[in-house]
């Protein structure tokens, strides 16, 4: 099983953000704020949005717990930027995916981009101008401003 995640988090720029502090320790800051988690269970229409979680909580999407992420069966977490993801999932929730799979690292394998965000990703890759769209060019997310 496939499960798609993003966490949301809180940050003050100028100085407590991903670009004065490392991963690290920006999540183990005291400062640190999950506003939540999105899971979407690949090839289903399950798709869910878990805010304010804590390392106590065992949400659960469709009937599937999201504590299947921390069992040794074999199960893929994708990311994007797994690096500062995978962290809030071990450090804050207390989950250990068998295997993760990191969209940014594979698009910095295979794109030459000036930027590597979600929104300028799927504007170069989906050809979206910021809208992510169905088969029928209807548009379904609008990503970013």
Known sequence: MELILDTETWYQPPHYSLTKLSPILYIRDPRFHLHGLGIKIHGTDACKWFP???FLDKPEIDGVDIDLI???NGNTVVLHNALFDALILT???GLRPSHYFD???ATRLLVASPSYSLENLSSLLLKTQGKLKDDSGTSLVTIGK
């Open 103 to 105: 969209t940014l690292a």
């Open 52 to 54: 304010h979680l804590t």
């Open 91 to 93: 450090e804050r929730l």
């Open 70 to 72: 921390s069992q040794n």
